[in-house]
Structures are given as structure tokens and as C-alpha cells.
């Protein structure tokens, strides 16, 4: 025979209203859409090619076999990975001109064989692919794609390509060429922007806030 007793129906009432409450907050939980906070609706997709702000995309990139198996850079990265390589040089050739301002950028030619293959040997851990408005885009350091949301596929395939694509520009066009641009401030235009070269028709990503600006001013202006 089994006795009932007040305490043991209070015990049953209070875990039948506990496993209400949890399904209803789970219930809520998977209604719910991740969305960064908005501050100002005039500042959302300031960049019109490269959103930073807006609804967060957690999809993994979806890559073809060249993207996902090919030894060599992809064709439609090479822009996207001419200019990280351009960057990263850029930021090492700085770093050893502030470390000796009396040669005035002339630093002795071993040296910019050394900062040559310091760059080209780089392990390129932070670079990666990331998929932005359904396109593949390579994502890291001095790219505008690294500050948007998504995503990031590194590793792999991705740090032998860039020495191998770095590799190339300087057996194409010489350490003393590529140094000497980089002196007269073209190190970008030279490496990547001549005619017949990766970026030859890329274009900057245009911002819709320089766009405002300037029709602020010229309403400024008539006024």
C-alpha cells in the first residue's frame, strides 16, 4: 500500500511547473535570429561591397575543387592575395626602416634579401577564405573582407599557396625592383595593379558614408 502524503504532491506540483517553465525558454531559444546591435541605421552596410554590420552569417564556405584542392592560388583570389602579400611586405619593410632611419630606406641589399624571404616564408596563420554575398573571398591582413562577419576556412592549402604566389612575384620581378617601388610609395601599383597583372581591373570598394559626406557638402555649399 502507498501513502500520499502533502509533501510528496507539493514535490510533484513544483517539478511539473519547473519543466514547464524550461520548455518554454527553449521554445523561445530557437525562435531566436543572432543580430549584432545596431546604433545608428544610417551607419548600417557602410561599405556597399563589404557590409560590417547587419545580420551574422555563421555558414561555412562552400568551395569548389579548385578552391578546395588545387596546390596553386586560385585565379579569383589572386587579386585578394596580390594585395595581403603587398601589405605584409609593406608592414616589414617599414618595421626595418624605423629600426635604422640614418640609411634612409638604402638598406644593404642582403637585408631586403632577408626581409624578401621573411615575408615569403610567413606561416600565414590569420588568412583564410571566407564567403561574402556568396562569392569565395580570401580574408586577412590589409584586405577590407577581414572586418566583415563570417565565417573563415584557414589553414590547409592556404599558407603554401600564398608562399608559392609570393615566390612568383619576386622571381617575376626581382627583389631590387619590388624594394626600390615600395621606396617611391608603389609598392601595390607595381606588384599588382600593372596591366597583365592580378589586380589590373580591380577597383576599391566604394562607401556609402564618403558618399554622404560629400552631399552634405555640396548642400553646405548652396546654401
Not at 50 to 55: A, H, L, M, V, Y
Not at 137 to 147: C, V, W
Not at 156 to 183: F, H, N, S
Request: aromatic share 6%; hydrophobic share 30%; glycine share 8%.
Amino acid at each position: 500500500m502507498v501513502v500520499v502524503t502533502r509533501s510528496h504532491n507539493l514535490v510533484f506540483l513544483l517539478l511539473i511547473g519547473f519543466t514547464l517553465v524550461v520548455n518554454r525558454c527553449t521554445c523561445s531559444l530557437q525562435g531566436m535570429t543572432l543580430t549584432p546591435d545596431d546604433e545608428d541605421d544610417d551607419d548600417e552596410d557602410d561599405d556597399e561591397d563589404f557590409p560590417t554590420s547587419g545580420k551574422l552569417s555563421f555558414k561555412t564556405p562552400d568551395l569548389d575543387d579548385e578552391h578546395a584542392h588545387s596546390q596553386h592560388m586560385p585565379d579569383a583570389l589572386k587579386c585578394d592575395a596580390c594585395r595581403l602579400l603587398t601589405f605584409r611586405m609593406q608592414e616589414k619593410f617599414d618595421i626595418a626602416n624605423k629600426k635604422r632611419p640614418s640609411l634612409k630606406k638604402n638598406l644593404p641589399e642582403s637585408e631586403i634579401l632577408d626581409l624578401f624571404e621573411d615575408v615569403c616564408g610567413s606561416q600565414f596563420d590569420n588568412v583564410g577564405v571566407k564567403e561574402i554575398k556568396g562569392i569565395p573571398r580570401l580574408s586577412g591582413p590589409g584586405l577590407e573582407t577581414a572586418d566583415v562577419p563570417g565565417v573563415m576556412a584557414g589553414g590547409g592549402k592556404w599558407p603554401g599557396r600564398l608562399m608559392q604566389l609570393c615566390d612568383t612575384y619576386v622571381g617575376e620581378l626581382g627583389e631590387e625592383e619590388i624594394y626600390e617601388a615600395y621606396k617611391e610609395g608603389k609598392l601595390q601599383e607595381f606588384v599588382c595593379r600593372q596591366p597583365g597583372q592580378d589586380c589590373y581591373n580591380y577597383k576599391e570598394p566604394t562607401k556609402k558614408s564618403k558618399k554622404k559626406k560629400n552631399k552634405k557638402q555640396k548642400s553646405k555649399e548652396e546654401l
